[in-house]
């Protein structure tokens, strides 16, 4: 259903009796008329899942592609890489035809001999969309409990392909991801990836209505609507409008899991992203030990990837190397306290 408004989806949803989500998205055979879902279906819906697949359709970013190429980065370069590494991995991993929008255009012009930043300015509409903070990741993961240096090397990533708040979203959400690994505080997730980016932002002024109309809301659709009604006007992939989405999604889920995600979804815009980091910001929050079975058990560990050496992996391998990674980063690796060391791996 990604790209579908709230309405669609809270529609189809009623149809199927599944309102509000609780699990993976049910199927509903026949489809009503205008509610039909993707043809990826067949492989992400309830019952049908075996492994995380590499893409979530044919026209959109492979965002689990981006995840492995962070870890692939870091193992090649350290965590010393600047923009030009992120240029190279890309251009040797990433089919062209496999990459869309912000990054579709950054390859482009990489292509015909621009260079970073300027593959990210020429000629890209897409460069405050929200490529870049789905792949902000790694550059959490890699550095829990610093969140200034996860926003860091977000920057360096998201310099590759977007400017302004398509860079500052990057960077709020690694911050996020890093921060979660030190508290189960929603807010103070949120609020600790808004100090690093600029006050003055658009980004940022769209995180703070949305935290301050959360709190005078008791449901989280009286919170959507308001938000909506001020920030509702961005294309469906922007990164403003999917940002407030995760927050409300932070908020409303109070830490846990499946309600978090089950809310992203809900949200509408790029429901896939949105619960994407979510789940990356709540996962690092419970550890793997806490993760509930009825989400990963259909995983069976294993994700697909088109990058080389990465096309079917364990879930739980790439994890095993992500903590290496973290571990070997220097700040927060070995002298940081016990409760930001990674709980990725139980």
Same mark, same amino acid.
Request: charged letters at 20%.
């Given at each position: 259903m990604e790209g579908? !408004? @709230?309405?669609?989806?809270?529609a189809y949803l009623r149809a199927v009796d599944a309102y509000p989500l609780s699990s993976y998205f049910p199927v509903l055979d026949p489809f009503p008329e205008g509610l039909a879902l993707r043809d990826n279906y067949e492989r992400t819906a309830l019952g049908n899942v075996r492994c995380m697949t590499r893409d979530d359709d044919a026209d959109q970013n492979p965002f689990i592609d981006y995840t492995v190429l962070g870890l692939h980065i870091l193992e090649t370069y350290g965590c010393d890489f600047n923009t030009r590494d992120v240029a190279m991995v890309w251009m040797g991993n990433l089919p062209f035809h496999k990459v869309y929008t912000a990054e579709a255009v950054a390859y482009r012009n990489l292509v015909n001999g621009l260079e970073p930043p300027h593959t990210a300015r020429y000629r890209n509409p897409y460069r405050e969309w929200i490529g870049a903070q789905i792949r902000a990741d790694m550059w959490g993961y890699v550095n829990p409990g610093n969140p200034e240096r996860a926003a860091g090397f977000a920057y360096r990533d =998201?310099?590759?392909?977007?400017?302004?708040?398509? /860079?500052?979203?990057?960077?709020?959400? *690694?911050?996020? /991801?890093?921060? =979660?690994?030190?508290?189960?505080? %929603?807010?103070?997730?949120?609020?600790? &990836?808004?100090?690093?980016? !600029? =006050?003055?932002?658009?980004?940022?002024?769209? $995180? @703070?209505?949305?935290?301050?109309w959360a709190g005078e809301c008791p449901a989280w659709e009286d919170a959507w609507e308001r938000v909506c009604a001020r920030y509702g006007g961005y294309h469906p992939v922007h990164v403003i409008n999917n940002t407030y989405v995760i927050v409300l999604s932070l908020l409303y889920g109070g830490g846990d899991?499946? @309600? *978090?995600?089950?809310?992203? $979804?809900? #949200?509408?815009?790029?429901?896939?992203?949105? #619960?994407?980091?979510?789940? *990356?910001?709540?996962?690092?929050?419970?550890?793997?030990?806490?993760? !509930?079975?009825?989400?990963?058990? %259909?995983?069976?560990?294993?994700?697909?990837?088109?990058?080389? &050496?990465?096309?079917? *992996?364990?879930?739980?391998?790439?994890?095993? @190397?992500? $903590?290496?990674?973290?571990n070997a980063s220097g700040e927060g690796a070995d002298d940081a306290p016990s409760e930001w060391r990674h709980p990725c791996v139980g």
């Open positions: 579908w !408004p @709230r309405a669609k989806i809270t =998201a310099s590759l392909s977007h400017t302004g708040n398509g /860079i500052y979203g990057a960077m709020w959400a *690694s911050a996020c /991801i890093a921060t =979660a690994f030190a508290t189960d505080d %929603p807010r103070q997730v949120i609020t600790a &990836g808004l100090a690093e980016i !600029p =006050a003055d932002c658009r980004l940022a002024g769209a $995180v @703070r209505d949305t935290i301050a899991l499946e @309600r *978090s995600i089950c809310l992203a $979804v809900m #949200g509408g815009w790029d429901t896939d992203c949105t #619960g994407a980091t979510v789940c *990356s910001i709540v996962g690092a929050m419970c550890g793997a030990d806490a993760l !509930p079975e009825k989400w990963v058990g %259909p995983l069976n560990d294993r994700l697909e990837s088109i990058v080389h &050496g990465f096309q079917d *992996s364990r879930i739980s391998n790439l994890a095993r @190397r992500t $903590v290496v990674l973290a």
